[in-house]
């Protein structure tokens, strides 16, 4: 079956521009986790939804960031004004509960902020 | 900062030869995780822990989890260039799995 998939697989976005990143979370997973990977770090937990509502957006870093589940299955995160410090790679997982479980993980959004 | 410290950062080795990489905190864990990312992929599961002192076997890779529930180690026994990777551990805090993940080891075995 089809795994995790999200697009595009690199954005390429100038200073100040809105992007908007998306992911395909395995088909009935009703858990959803966006992370965010710099370069030579591990993935930091950024927001976790469970169905269509965000159980948890502690990690979002500030307010022009910012994520959807409507219909809890897409989920888009959405990044306005962006900063050059944004630039990392975006990750996206879902599981079938949300418990401690197998998180299945997108190949992620590579994202360049110039 | 990261929750979790993973040593070493580098690890550098020859086909055949065992490799143990570590990863430690001060926090208590409901459960661990341990993954490995390649490059241009996201991390895949390698093993989950959830009992202090508990130790796994995955064919020749064997993880344990400290008693105390604060650290974990993976051991791999005759590496083989397949195992190159950048081998990451995750600590779960709340019962619904938000996991915190350490910076990771990158590990590389060279025929």
């Known amino acids: 079956g089809a795994g995790v998939s999200q697009t595009p697989s690199n954005k390429v976005t100038e200073k100040g521009k809105y992007v908007e990143l998306r992911c395909d979370p395995i088909s009935g997973h009703t858990a959803l986790y966006w992370y965010r990977q710099s370069l030579g770090q591990g993935p930091e937990f950024l927001i976790y939804f469970q169905g269509t509502g965000a159980a948890d957006d502690s990690g979002l870093p500030n307010d022009r960031f910012f994520a959807v589940r409507p219909e809890g299955s897409v989920s888009t995160l959405k990044i306005q004004r962006t900063e050059r410090g944004d630039s990392a790679v975006y990750l996206c997982?879902?599981?079938?509960?949300?418990?401690?479980?197998?998180?299945?993980f997108g190949p992620g959004t590579r994202l360049t902020v110039l | 900062t990261q929750l979790l410290e993973q040593s070493p950062q580098f690890l550098s080795i020859q086909e055949g030869e065992n490799l143990t990489v570590y990863c430690n905190s001060s926090?208590?864990?409901?459960?661990l995780q341990w993954y490995r990312q390649e490059p241009g992929e996201g991390p895949v599961l390698l093993v989950t822990?959830?009992?202090?002192?508990e130790v796994k076997k995955l064919k020749r890779l064997t993880f344990q989890f400290g008693d105390a529930r604060k650290d974990s180690s993976l051991h791999i026994t005759a590496a083989q260039p397949g195992d190159t990777g950048l081998y990451l551990c995750?600590?779960?805090?709340?019962?619904?799995?938000?996991?915190?993940f350490g910076a990771g080891t990158q590990v590389v075995v060279t025929p």
């Open positions: 822990v959830v009992t202090g002192g």
């Open positions: 995750a600590g779960a805090t709340d019962s619904w799995g938000k996991f915190q």
């Open positions: 926090s208590v864990f409901s459960s």
């Open positions: 997982a879902s599981s079938p509960t949300g418990e401690p479980d197998t998180q299945y």
